[in-house]
């Protein structure tokens, strides 16, 4: 993958629509469709033609765009006036940690690969987001990313927190998050980009947007 600021936004935008899944889960009980499928479809898909073919086009990602916008935005504020979610910073910066420490560990690495290949080949019998292929990406999560630590705690609803099919989006959402944290990596993102090209990945996004509504 070429490392370039495109590439950059678009895994970093991918990261925060994980993340997004995740908190409306968490708050609602709920994840929107689209943006959930998009992110298992990273993890699943074998289409790696370009970046954004592992989330269905850049027109998928539309929702990490936006939050990458305003997550990134110099203010306290969102675009629309609301206080910028901490959490959602929080998450995402915990599986960036997460998927550095992933890259130190090349044996925990080649199981995540293994059990991810195994995962794929039950695509022969179920739909990418049958609850059998989220609770077996969950577990995934939970038996290789888990197990480096430290764990990323969740906060909402605890009433949609212990629903055990909210619990294991949620986990496949944060695989899915490491799958995008690695690709932002392999773009050239580090934390330096994150310090001093935050105003370039605004302006990418906000073109990225514009070309695919």
Known sequence: MEAN?????????????????????????????????????????????????????????????????????????????????VEATRYAVNLLYLEKKLAKDPEMFQKLMRNIETAQQQLNFFEMTHPNMVARLADIYSNTISQLGPRIMIKGDQAHLSNVDNAAKIRALLLAGIRAAL?????????????????????EAQQLLKANY
Request: hydrophobic residues 35%; proline residues 1%; aromatic residues 6%.
């Open 5 to 85: 600021t495109r590439n950059r936004t678009i895994a970093l935008a991918a990261l925060f629509q994980c993340v997004e899944g995740v908190l409306q889960l968490a708050t609602r009980g709920t994840v929107d469709n689209e943006l959930f499928q998009s992110c298992i479809n990273s993890v699943l898909t074998n289409d790696n033609s370009s970046i954004e073919a592992l989330y269905g086009g850049v027109s998928d990602l539309r929702t990490g765009l936006r939050v990458l916008m305003y997550q990134l935005g110099t203010g306290g504020l969102t675009e629309d006036g609301k206080p910028k979610n």
């Open 183 to 203: 690709l932002w990596r392999q773009a050239g993102g580090d934390r330096w980009k994150l310090i001093f090209s935050r105003s370039a990945m605004q302006k």
